[in-house]
């Protein structure tokens, strides 16, 4: 029997750029019995921004907290499990705009959450569109823009587009061990990016580790139509040395 729900929303819009990385700059990141998973050979973080929409915590929806935007830089990992392999995201920094969304995700998961004011101008339609995500920081706004022409399509078997979207598992590091939790949602429509734009203090806010890979070009960028996701409960990965 799958662990009970935690929280249920809708992730919208979901504004992706991938980068190639050094597996080795990611393995002081990796969560105990998890791996590095890899496409064609290539490890990649993403910076991800979208709209986080009618969240609800256990069934409740928390007033001023039930819509909100959210950029992250996650990397991608499995698991051996009894069924088979579990893929899966690792967060190396949430941004979000309201403390207490960022407490109560440190507090449950152990995810590197943090509050900054954001904003996001979304504007799509049949022919084209513009998703723009912004976040600032030291009195300064960055922004993870893409902009996106023709219809959405369903993502290719095989493609780079699955693999970034179709980890369904997070896993967070604790002492002792790790958390696991599960992500459901249904299999994704997507934009090829027409263009995409980073404007980020790439050293200050993510560390010296990731300032080659996200000031490098990228490998893809694409716009994720997005779905209504639940997130259960995570459950304890214990190790013992």
């Known amino acids: 029997m799958p662990p009970s729900i935690f929280l249920t929303g809708q992730w919208k ?9 050094e597996p080795d700059a990611l393995r002081p990141f990796v969560p105990q019995g998890t791996e590095l998973d890899s496409w064609n050979g290539k490890t990649f973080v993403s910076l991800v921004g979208f709209m986080f929409l009618e969240t609800r915590v256990l069934g409740l929806r928390l007033p001023f907290h039930h819509r909100f935007e959210e950029v992250n830089l996650r990397f991608y990992v499995r698991r051996k499990a009894s069924e088979g392999w579990r893929r899966g995201v690792v967060f190396i920094k949430e941004i979000v ?10 507090i449950v998961y152990n995810e590197n959450y943090v509050a900054m004011p954001m904003r996001h101008l979304i504007e799509v339609d049949d022919k084209s569109g513009m998703v723009e995500y912004g976040w600032r920081y030291r009195g300064s706004w960055n922004h993870l823009r893409v902009t996106t022409k023709g219809e959405a399509q369903t993502i290719a078997e095989g493609s780079e587009e699955e693999f970034i979207t179709e980890h369904y598992w997070g896993y967070a590091a604790q002492r002792g061990g790790s958390v696991e939790y599960q992500v459901e949602h249904p299999r994704w429509l997507v934009w090829q990016a027409d263009s995409r734009s980073l404007d980020c203090d790439v050293k200050a806010i993510y560390g010296q580790t990731f300032a080659d890979a996200l000031t490098a070009e990228p490998s893809s960028a694409f716009l994720a139509l997005g779905s209504e996701i639940i997130v259960r409960r995570g459950e304890r990965l214990l190790y013992s040395f």
Do not use: K, S
Not at 13 to 21: G, K, S, T, V
Not at 97 to 105: D, L, M, N, S
């Open 13 to 21: 819009h979901l504004a992706m750029i991938n980068y190639e990385i």
């Open 97 to 106: 705009p309201r403390w207490a969304i960022a407490t109560v995700a440190r």
